[in-house]
Antibody, heavy 116, light 109 residues
C-alpha cells in the first residue's frame, strides 16, 4: 500500500518561502509516474500547484509558476515543494499525491497558515 | 486554459435516491484523463473514478461515471448515508496540466 506523508512548518511569515516535504512509503519514487502537490484554501476547492515526474521533469500551474519549485530526492524516497514570496492567499491545506491513473493516493494534508 | 464547470453547486437528496452530478469542460478532453473524487470534511480527497468510467479499487458499484468530449457525469445509483460529501471532477493533459472543477456538495435533504 502506497502511503504519503506531508511535513513542514504550519506557520509561515508573509514574503517568506513555504517549504514542505512528502515522504513516500510502499513504492519507490524513482520507479515511475508523477508526484504532485495540490492545495485547498479554507472552505474552497482544490488547486493543482505542480508535479514532478520520476525522471525529474517538472510541470507547474502557470498561475504559480514564477514562485514554485518542486524537487525529488530518490535517496530518501521523498519530494518537496517550495513556494516563495507567500501571502495570506497561500494559506491552505497542502496535499501531496501520486498520479498513476489519476491522483490515486493522497497524503493526509498539512495546514499552512501565512501570517506575521 | 481549460476550465471544468460542475453542476449543480449543491444537490439535496435523501438516502436511497439517485444522484447525478455533471462536469462540463470548456474544450474537449480525452476520456482517458477525466477523474472523479469524493472529499469528506477534514479528509483528503479519495479517487472514485478514473478514465471517465473506471472505478478505483474498493469503490462500490453504486458509483458510475460516463461521458466524453466536454460532458461527463458521475452517478450514484442509490445514496447511502456515507455518500454525502463534496465531489470534484479533474482532468489531465490540457493546460494547466491538471485542473479540478469547483466541486458539487451533495447534502442530505
Amino acid at each position: 500500500q502506497v502511503q504519503l506523508q506531508e511535513s513542514g512548518p504550519g506557520l509561515v511569515k508573509p514574503s517568506e518561502t513555504l517549504s514542505l516535504t512528502c515522504a513516500v512509503s510502499g513504492y519507490s519514487i524513482s520507479s515511475g509516474f508523477d508526484w504532485g502537490w495540490i492545495r485547498q484554501p479554507p472552505g474552497k476547492g482544490l488547486e493543482w500547484i505542480g508535479s514532478i515526474h520520476h525522471s525529474g521533469s517538472t510541470y507547474y500551474n502557470p498561475s504559480l509558476k514564477s514562485r514554485v519549485t518542486i524537487s525529488i530526492d530518490t535517496s530518501k524516497n521523498q519530494f518537496s515543494l517550495k513556494l516563495s514570496s507567500v501571502t495570506a492567499a497561500d494559506t491552505a491545506v497542502y496535499y501531496c499525491a501520486w498520479y498513476k491513473s489519476a491522483f490515486d493516493y493522497w497524503g493526509q494534508g498539512t495546514r499552512v497558515t501565512v501570517s506575521s | 486554459e481549460i476550465v471544468l464547470t460542475q453542476s449543480p453547486g449543491t444537490l439535496s437528496l435523501s438516502p436511497g435516491e439517485r444522484a447525478t452530478l455533471s462536469c462540463r469542460a470548456s474544450q474537449s478532453i480525452s476520456s482517458s484523463y477525466l477523474a472523479w473524487y469524493q472529499q469528506k470534511p477534514g479528509q483528503a480527497p479519495r479517487l472514485l473514478i478514473f478514465g471517465a468510467s473506471s472505478r478505483a479499487t474498493g469503490i462500490p458499484d453504486r458509483f458510475s461515471g460516463s461521458g466524453s468530449g466536454t460532458d461527463f457525469t458521475l452517478t450514484i445509483s442509490r445514496l447511502e448515508p456515507e455518500d454525502f460529501a463534496v465531489y470534484y471532477c479533474q482532468q489531465y493533459g490540457s493546460s494547466p496540466l491538471y485542473t479540478f472543477g469547483q466541486g458539487t456538495k451533495l447534502e442530505i435533504k
